[in-house]
């Protein structure tokens, strides 16, 4: 019998405790600190990263009298000449954002089957893995596309209808006369939202903890092993169900107790870079291009070094959440469970003890040679 989602928390708990635990490794622990990163399983939150850049308002200047805030414009004055300037130049940070997110995609594909390769053998190798698995990150990476496309698209659609219709009913020319209709229509549409991103997410949990094995151990692209996947799950819906909703409440759990831990950090990093911005105001730096310039560049390192750390104190939960799927989905994929729990092996076969032999009866003894005669 399939063991069902609630039976993998205490297996999955064991294998983390064993693996990190049993004998510490700090050079492990980095490890998959960086792998958790890149891979997208960190499970911390409430870090507050937007925060930081208001460090740059204690470098600026205070105003010395109110009434000159009340004074400045609203908006500030643009050269028509430099319209298309500025137009350019968002384009080109578009376009690389655009190539920063296709980049980390990419990298991000191919670290999935690093951790899951890291949490089934127990030890992390990132060179190593990249050499394995690059080749099967790149068809993973197509479905991370397909999927990002799409579910953009569906959401444009999904909006954009009953945005284009409230305009061509004339909605927003009279809001007034539909106030009620209005209301109506947002909560519809938010409720459409919400399960459309709560479908998303599914396939998503779904594509993590169980298409990337069965692409893994069987060498496949992502639509046969789908297909391999959705003929597994179709006699267990119900099983798949419940292993979705305690998905959902472990990472809140996951999320809360982390986030309390992930404090210490924050304070290790946060504490010392505001004394070295007031620091700084006090030795009178003001804002100009190279205070500009490093303050980005002080900012990004700052937020780096956050994020590794935070990483760094969640890397119980990065094993714990891959061994929980690969316990649960073992039962019933062979191929998994047979790396993931080998059968032991066979002990020896024991000699058979030899019979006892009899000792022989001693020949009888022979009577005295004759003496010789004279």
């Known amino acids: 019998m399939s063991v069902s989602a609630v039976d993998c928390v205490q297996p999955a708990i064991q294998h983390t405790r064993e693996q990190l635990f049993s004998r510490f490794r700090i050079g492990q622990w980095s490890r998959l600190a960086l792998v958790g990163i890149l891979a997208a399983e960190l499970h911390a939150s409430g870090c507050?990263?937007?925060?930081?850049?208001?460090?740059?308002?204690?470098?600026?200047?205070?105003?010395?009298?109110?009434?000159?805030?009340?004074?400045?414009?609203?908006?500030?004055?643009?050269?028509?000449?430099?319209?298309?300037?500025?137009?350019?130049?968002?384009?080109?940070?578009?376009?690389?954002?655009?190539?920063?997110?296709?980049?980390?995609?990419?990298?991000?594909?191919?670290?999935?089957?690093?951790?899951?390769?890291?949490?089934?053998?127990?030890?992390?190798?990132?060179?190593?893995?990249?050499q394995r698995w690059h080749r099967v990150g790149r068809r993973f990476f197509l479905w991370q596309l397909v999927l990002l496309f799409s579910t953009w698209l569906l959401l444009g659609v999904l909006i954009g209808i009953p945005l284009i219709v409230a305009i061509a009913s004339g909605w927003f020319k009279d809001p007034k006369s539909h106030v009620a209709g209005m209301i109506g229509?947002?909560?519809?549409?938010?409720?459409?939202?919400?399960?459309?991103?709560?479908?998303?997410?599914?396939?998503?949990?779904?594509?993590?903890?169980?298409?990337?094995?069965?692409?893994?151990?069987?060498?496949?692209?992502?639509?046969?092993?789908?297909?391999?996947?959705?003929?597994?799950?179709?006699?267990?819906?119900?099983?798949?169900?419940?292993?979705?909703?305690?998905?959902?409440?472990?990472?809140?759990?996951?999320?809360?107790?982390?986030?309390?831990?992930?404090?210490?950090?924050?304070?290790?990093?946060?504490?010392?870079?505001?004394?070295?911005?007031?620091?700084?105001?006090?030795?009178?730096?003001?804002?100009?291009?190279?205070?500009?310039?490093?303050?980005?560049?002080?900012?990004?390192?700052?937020?780096?070094?956050?994020?590794?750390?935070?990483?760094?104190?969640?890397?119980?939960?990065?094993?714990?959440f891959p061994a929980y799927a690969m316990y649960f989905f073992a039962a019933r994929y062979p191929t998994l469970g047979a790396l993931l729990t080998p059968a032991p092996a066979p002990a020896p076969p024991m000699l058979e003890t030899p019979p006892v032999l009899e000792t022989p009866p001693l020949p009888p003894s022979l009577p005295p040679e004759p003496e010789p005669i004279g």
């Open 185 to 320: 229509g947002a909560v519809l549409l938010g409720c459409i939202v919400l399960v459309f991103a709560l479908a998303a997410a599914i396939v998503q949990i779904l594509a993590k903890d169980f298409l990337v094995p069965i692409m893994a151990l069987e060498n496949l692209d992502f639509a046969d092993g789908w297909s391999r996947l959705l003929a597994m799950m179709r006699p267990e819906l119900g099983r798949f169900t419940v292993y979705i909703l305690m998905k959902f409440v472990l990472s809140i759990a996951a999320a809360i107790i982390f986030s309390i831990v992930a404090i210490i950090p924050v304070l290790v990093v946060m504490i010392p870079s505001v004394v070295v911005v007031i620091g700084a105001k006090a030795a009178g730096m003001g804002w100009n291009a190279a205070t500009i310039s490093l303050l980005i560049i002080f900012g990004t390192i700052v937020i780096l070094l956050l994020m590794y750390m935070i990483a760094l104190v969640s890397v119980p939960a990065t094993v714990f």
């Open 48 to 130: 507050n990263f937007g925060n930081f850049g208001n460090l740059g308002q204690v470098l600026s200047e205070p105003r010395k009298h109110s009434n000159e805030f009340m004074a400045a414009p609203p908006f500030p004055h643009f050269d028509p000449t430099r319209i298309v300037q500025y137009a350019g130049l968002i384009a080109v940070a578009i376009l690389l954002a655009m190539v920063v997110i296709l980049v980390f995609l990419y990298i991000n594909s191919v670290f999935r089957f690093i951790l899951f390769e890291s949490v089934l053998r127990r030890e992390c190798s990132i060179g190593g893995g990249w």
